[in-house]
């Protein structure tokens, strides 16, 4: 069996560990079947018990030796930790039920499985359920949407480790910037939900999180800048960065991946609708 799981863009500025959306980037990982390592698909490396997608394969009642084949590079806030747990967790639970079909039933098992192992759960809600989720309090709910734009990424060379970007963060905040952050997550879902894309610059802005971790990260305040001087609706730190994602129409998505920086690498992605699923054995 294969599982392959989007990754994902948390966050989107105010929704601090609240908000996330799946992109069409990928990883897959796969049960070895009989021909053993010698038949891997292409591409595809076998992964040890200490990676994080095999573990969670373990924790959900998985037996057996994994592979991985991966799309979505580690350590630049889309979401690696996240996806390649969900994988795991699907399959695991899947082997151990007999069932190749991934269902609310079983997203809604694994759920708190995977969001215990990440630590929080915006990144492995989007990537289970696809679109764009809020989440709280062990729940999940995915946003009805009044677009489908176009998600550009900037990802520069250097990484960031989630646990490190978080301790530079404050530990109180003022009443000013909570209440600033409860009415940019409210305008944010209302401009999503209506497709009201001039609201979404304001919308997307933050005072709990982003700036403290752009201090760190020059380039990507940078990248930020030139993507809505590039005509991005709005744009953000994907996760605990270093990526920046943008969101615009679809015809001007190759304009604002021109203008970002030259020292990172500009994608052009969707949003990925369906979330996590389970494919039959590879031949």
């Given at each position: ?36 390592a010698s038949e ?7 992964i040890d018990t ?145 497709g009201d894309v ?86």
């Amino acid at each position: 069996m294969i599982a392959r799981v989007p990754a994902s863009s948390a966050n989107i500025g105010p929704g601090f560990d609240a908000l996330a959306l799946a992109l069409t980037m990928y990883v897959e990982i796969g049960t070895v079947e009989g021909g053993g390592a010698s038949e891997l698909p292409d591409r595809a490396r076998l992964i040890d018990t200490q990676h994080p997608g095999s573990i969670a394969f373990v924790r959900a009642g998985g037996r057996g030796d994994l592979w991985e084949r991966c799309e979505i590079p580690a350590g630049r806030g889309l979401g690696f930790s996240g996806a390649v747990r969900v994988a795991g967790a699907l399959l695991g639970r899947a082997q151990r039920e007999g069932q190749d079909v991934i269902d609310d039933v079983a997203r809604h098992e694994v759920f708190p499985l995977v969001s215990s192992l990440e630590g929080h759960a915006d990144n492995v809600a989007a990537s289970l359920f696809g679109g764009i989720v809020a989440t709280a309090d062990g729940r999940v709910v995915r946003l009805p949407l009044g677009l489908d734009p176009a998600v550009v990424v900037w990802i520069p060379s250097f990484a960031t480790k989630t646990d490190e970007s978080r301790r530079v963060l404050a530990s109180t905040v003022s009443f000013d910037d909570a209440v600033f952050n409860i009415a940019h997550v409210a305008l944010l879902v209302a401009a999503l939900g209506s497709g009201d894309v001039d609201a979404l610059a304001v919308a997307t802005q933050d005072r709990l999180h982003q700036q403290a971790r752009l201090a760190r990260a020059e380039p990507s305040r940078q990248a930020m800048d030139a993507a809505l001087a590039s005509g991005a609706w709005c744009a953000w730190l994907s996760g605990s960065g270093p990526t920046v994602a943008a969101l615009c129409h679809r015809d001007d998505a190759g304009a604002v991946a021109a203008g970002l920086p030259a020292d990172g690498h500009a994608k052009v992605l969707r949003l990925d609708h369906e979330g996590a699923t389970i494919e039959a054995p590879y031949t």
